[in-house]
């Protein structure tokens, strides 16, 4: 049993990784997004 808890600790560790890997991610496409938007806006205006 106790090996058991700790295989599912180690997975909710990775898990807890893989999701701060993922929002890091999300929030350098947003900012990409962001650049791309302004990039277009004064495309558009010049």
Same mark, same amino acid.
């Given at each position: $049993?106790? @090996?058991k808890l700790e295989e599912?600790? !180690?997975l909710l560790f990775r898990l807890e990784?893989? #999701?701060k890997e993922t929002t890091d991610s999300l929030r %350098? #496409? %947003?900012k990409s997004?962001? !650049?791309l938007d302004?990039?277009?806006y004064a $495309? @558009? #205006?010049s």
């Open positions: $049993m106790e @090996k599912v600790k !180690q990784l893989d #999701i %350098n #496409i %947003n997004i962001d !650049q302004k990039f277009t $495309m @558009k #205006i």
